[in-house]
C-alpha cells in the first residue's frame, strides 16, 4: 500500500520564478491538504482540495494556489517567488470529509529554496 | 482561533525513563487532538489521536496521550524511552467544525543513551 510521494525531493529556485510541486495521495484517500514548514517551526496549512475544487485556505497570498485531479493527486503552484518562501512543504492526504476525526497522513516533503 | 502551546523546546531523558512531552490547546467546541512524530528530513508520521471516549488515548511504538479537559492538555507520554525516540513531537488540534489542523511549534525529545 503506497503511502503518500511527493515530488521533487529538492528544488532550488531563484526570487520572481514560479514552482509547481506535486503529491500522489495515499490509496483510498480522497483529500489533499498542503502544509508549508519553515525551519525550526510546525507546520502551516496552506489550503485543502476536495472534489477537485479548494474547500478551505489558511493565512497565505494568492501566489500560492493549487489543483487537484480527478485521480486525486494534486499540484501546489507558487508564483514570484521569495527568499520567505523557502520551506518544507508537506502534502497530507485523508479520507473526507469526516467533520474533522480523519486523520492526515503526510509525505516527505520537498524542500524548496530560494535564493 | 485555534492554538496550540508546546512549552517546552527540548526535553531531555535518559533510556529507559519514562518521558512526558506537553501540549495545550484552545479552540472552539470539542477538540480533536493528534501528535505527529518528525525525524530528520522526513515528513510527520501519526502517533495517535483523541476524538472522543476514554481520555487515556494508546498509539504507535508504545506511545501515549491522556486527554484533560480541564486543563485543555493532551500530554504524549512512554513508560520507558528509547534512543531512537529522539525525533521532533508536533501536537495538533482542530475543532469539530472540521477546521483544519493547527499545529504547536514542535518540542525536540533527546533520549540520552
Known amino acids: 500500500d503506497a503511502g503518500v510521494t511527493q515530488s521533487p525531493t529538492h528544488l532550488i529556485k531563484t526570487r520572481g520564478q514560479q514552482v509547481t510541486l506535486r503529491c500522489s495521495p495515499k490509496?483510498?484517500?480522497?483529500?489533499v491538504s498542503w502544509y508549508q514548514q519553515a525551519l525550526g517551526q510546525g507546520p502551516q496549512f496552506i489550503f485543502q482540495?476536495?472534489?477537485?475544487?479548494?474547500?478551505q485556505r489558511g493565512n497565505f497570498p494568492d501566489r500560492f494556489s493549487g489543483h487537484q485531479f480527478p485521480n486525486y493527486s494534486s499540484e501546489l503552484n507558487v508564483n514570484a517567488l521569495l527568499l520567505g518562501d523557502s520551506a518544507l512543504y508537506l502534502c497530507?492526504?485523508?479520507?473526507?470529509?469526516?467533520?474533522?476525526?480523519?486523520?492526515?497522513?503526510f509525505g516527505p516533503g520537498t524542500r524548496l529554496t530560494v535564493l | 482561533a485555534q492554538s496550540v502551546a508546546q512549552p517546552e523546546d527540548q526535553v531531555n531523558v535518559a533510556e529507559g525513563n519514562p518521558l512526558t512531552v506537553k501540549c495545550t490547546y484552545s479552540?472552539?467546541?470539542?477538540?480533536?487532538l493528534f501528535w505527529y512524530v518528525q525525524y530528520p528530513n522526513r515528513g510527520l508520521q501519526f502517533l495517535l489521536k483523541?476524538?472522543?471516549?476514554?481520555?487515556l488515548v494508546k498509539g504507535s511504538y508504545g506511545f501515549e496521550a491522556e486527554f484533560n479537559k480541564s486543563q485543555t492538555s493532551f500530554h504524549l507520554k512512554k513508560p520507558s524511552a528509547l534512543v531512537s525516540d529522539s525525533a521532533l513531537y508536533f501536537c495538533?488540534?482542530?475543532?469539530?467544525?472540521?477546521?483544519?489542523?493547527?499545529f504547536g511549534p514542535g518540542t525536540r525529545l533527546s533520549v540520552l543513551p
Open positions: 497530507a492526504s485523508s479520507l473526507g470529509p469526516s467533520g474533522g476525526t480523519d486523520t492526515q497522513y
Open positions: 490509496s483510498g484517500h480522497d483529500t
Open positions: 482540495y476536495y472534489e477537485e475544487e479548494e474547500r
Open positions: 479552540v472552539s467546541g470539542n477538540p480533536y
Open positions: 483523541y476524538i472522543t471516549g476514554d481520555n
Open positions: 495538533a488540534v482542530r475543532d469539530n467544525y472540521g477546521q483544519n489542523f493547527v
